[in-house]
């Protein structure tokens, strides 16, 4: 039996830190789903098909992973792709708190859904979409954050010249 796991987030946009969470997943499940959220309360920079589109190009040397899209409640996502495992990335004891309290709304909602919690590289536990952001719009040095052309897709957005 072929087990699929679903890594969810905003990515908005993917980072390095995120990249490095995906391909741990896809060295543990047979198949990963970097689920891309419309809904979210952080009033993202990109669309969602801009995040799609982005997060495509940066996964396409992980051969058991692909990129969706999702509109609906997470628990009735991953149970309607008959995915059983949420994947999320804890990077220091500050993401821990919020983590813990979705895992376990998420467990109460559905309970056979498992959320499988991965540490990225050191040196990525201090990388965040939004810090890369915030440095992005001031013309700072991203390049070691994000892949080349999700580097340029901030710098553009950012009115600054290619
Ligand atoms: P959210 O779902 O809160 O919008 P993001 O899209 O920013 O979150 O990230 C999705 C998941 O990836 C979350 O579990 C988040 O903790 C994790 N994550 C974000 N940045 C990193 C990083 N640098 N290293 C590891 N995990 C990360």
Do not use: C
């Not at 959220?37 to 692909?66: C, M, S, W």
């Not at 990525?124 to 991203?142: E, H, P, V």
Request: charged content about 25%.
């Amino acid at each position: 039996m072929s087990v699929l796991a679903i890594y969810p987030g905003s990515f908005d946009p993917l980072t390095n830190g995120h990249l490095d969470v995906l391909q741990r997943a896809s060295r543990l499940f047979d198949e990963v789903v970097l689920a891309i959220a419309h809904e979210t309360e952080k009033n993202p920079l990109f669309t969602v098909q801009e995040r799609v589109d982005l997060a495509r190009e940066a996964i396409r040397g992980i051969k058991n992973a692909r990129v969706e899209e999702f509109k609906q409640l997470l628990v009735d996502y991953v149970q309607e792709k008959g995915a059983r495992v949420i994947i999320r990335g804890l990077r220091a004891v500050s993401d821990f708190e919020w983590e813990f309290q979705m895992a376990l709304m998420n467990r109460n909602l559905a309970p056979s859904v498992e959320t499988i919690f991965l540490m990225p590289r050191d040196s990525y536990s201090y990388l965040s979409s939004r810090m890369t952001k915030q440095i992005a719009q001031l013309g700072g040095d991203i390049s070691s954050f994000v892949a080349p052309h999700i580097e340029k897709a901030l710098r553009r957005r950012y009115g600054f010249a290619d």
